[in-house]
């Protein structure tokens, strides 16, 4: 058995589970993205922990709008003994919506009965220009016809990724978590299909140092790299940042054991049961809701010096407004900086019930001994000689900014206000950006842009018209 798998909390914890119970038949939807590619990982060890103990492993049906290039890339990745449980079909959550054709696609491959298990990860945050009904289609219409269709198929499980965001103030507001709460109630309106909500945190990777995205890309924490850094508002909005492995072996250990043996999370103890969806009491038997948060509460501002700690750096924090930050996020996002997540942010600091969520029930589905990671643990973490172990640390990605910044050309002129703002707000303080001043901010910096090029024009004109002379009189 490989050492990776041997390090992995879902076999570390829960190995005699996953062998009592019976070979599961998934769909796994959004199986390439940040927290989809670490449960196909986890399902994976899993399928060869059962094999190597002389079971049947189950299979894994793969959701994507590119079948054929996700399976090139993980027979490549993970070669053709791990893949032999691997099927892939394509689907479309942007146009895929009615009953029918999920019904008649899952039961084409061989899906349904009371061991067959949908995994529901794909979701979309931010707008996008070319599709204004997206957000909606991605994360409410398609998701609730594929549930309809699992429950006439008699799938025995339905497994949901929620955001603890649709508990906040505005988060009726914020289109993003507007979706996934309807769609997270409409699920419980669905009486003969198991359903399993995990409302996310926060996630981030403390193997790869980024938050929700892939390493090589512009990233949240990426900002903690810098010689000063703009933190959005007062800093006091509360997070609970959730380590992505946690929260991948646990959704793939409720996904691949018997619904009846999930614990029940107590409403009241998160303090915000006027939030969750009101449900028919009969449902409380097949309905399950955990919070699935990290087990440290920090704010912003502590989240961005933890960062800065684990990268081996001093955080020189600037406040700033949220305008400029939102204005940029409206073009384009930042890993799992985007505008909804910015939205919330700005409703929670000052919030008089701040959302905090409860992971005691979500830590322990593993097993009483299984822990959440914590942030902080990075820091002081040490291998059994004594050596210090911390999350891996990040140089600043000046190509991908470039990158980001070419592709996303209409961020330049937010960005340059909100570098202006940082900047200035860091010298001479916050009342900088007061709106009074920030007219004559843009002036000043306009006045100075142009008159640059002007200069360097001017000077550039010279020194041809010289050379030109030069020339032509020799």
């Keep these: 058995m490989s050492a990776a798998r041997n390090l992995s909390p879902l076999l570390r914890f829960a190995s005699a589970a996953l062998l009592e119970a019976p070979p599961k038949q998934i769909a796994l939807s959004g199986p390439a993205g940040f927290l989809g590619s670490r449960v196909l990982q986890s ?13 049947e492993p189950g299979e894994v049906i793969l959701l994507s709008s590119s079948p054929g290039h996700l399976m090139s890339r993980l027979y490549s990745r993970y070669g053709s003994r791990r893949m032999s449980t691997v099927r892939a079909t394509r689907c479309d959550y942007y146009y895929q919506h009615d009953f029918d054709s999920w019904r008649d696609q899952l039961g084409s491959l061989g899906m349904g009965g009371s061991d067959a298990v949908f995994i529901n990860l794909a979701a979309l945050a931010g707008p996008r220009s070319d599709r204004p009904d ?104 509360p997070l609970q940042p959730l380590e992505v492995e946690d929260a991948a072996s646990r959704i793939a250990y409720v996904s691949l054991t018997e619904p009846t043996r999930r614990p029940v999370q107590v ?20 309905w399950r809701a955990y919070d699935a948060v990290g087990p440290e509460t920090m704010t912003m501002l502590e989240l961005m010096e933890v960062f800065a700690k684990l990268n081996g750096r001093t955080l020189n924090p600037v ?42 029930t979500f830590q322990a589905l593993l097993g009483p001994e299984a822990t959440l990671f914590r942030m902080h643990d990075g820091l002081a973490a040490t291998d059994k000689f004594g050596n210090p172990i911390s999350v891996v640390r990040r140089s600043f990605p000046v190509v991908a900014t470039v990158k980001w910044v070419w592709q996303n050309y209409k961020v330049i002129i937010p960005g340059t206000n909100l570098v202006l703002e940082t900047m200035g707000t860091y010298l001479f303080g916050k009342r900088f950006a007061i709106d009074e001043n920030w007219r004559w901010i843009r002036i000043g910096a306009m006045t100075t842009l142009l008159s640059g090029l002007a200069v360097g024009g001017a000077q550039a004109g010279a020194e041809f018209s010289k050379w030109y002379a030069e020339v032509a009189g020799g």
């Design 43 to 55: 399902v994976l060890d899993a399928h060869e922990h059962r094999r190597d103990h002389g079971l």
């Design 134 to 237: 997206a957000m909606m289609a991605v994360n409410y219409r398609a998701p609730i016809a594929a549930a309809r269709a699992c429950e006439a198929l008699g799938f025995g499980h339905w497994v949901q990724s929620s955001t603890q965001a649709v508990k906040a103030e505005r988060a009726g507001q914020v289109p993003y978590s507007r979706w996934k709460a309807m769609a997270d109630y409409a699920l419980a309106r669905i009486d003969r299909l198991p359903v399993s909500v995990f409302t996310l945190g926060l996630l981030y990777s403390k193997e790869q140092g980024m938050v929700s995205q892939r390493g090589d890309n512009i990233n949240m924490v990426d900002l903690a790299l810098l010689p000063i850094t703009p933190i959005m508002g007062n800093g006091r909005a």
């Design 267 to 286: 409403s009241e103890s998160s303090g915000y049961d006027w939030a969750r969806p009101k449900i028919d009491s009969v449902r409380q038997y097949t």
């Design 319 to 360: 406040f700033v407004d949220y305008r400029n930050f939102e204005t940029v996020l409206n073009e384009a996002s930042l890993g799992n900086l985007n505008r909804q997540f910015v939205s919330l942010l700005r409703s929670e600091q000052d919030a008089e019930r701040p959302i905090v969520g409860v992971p005691d």
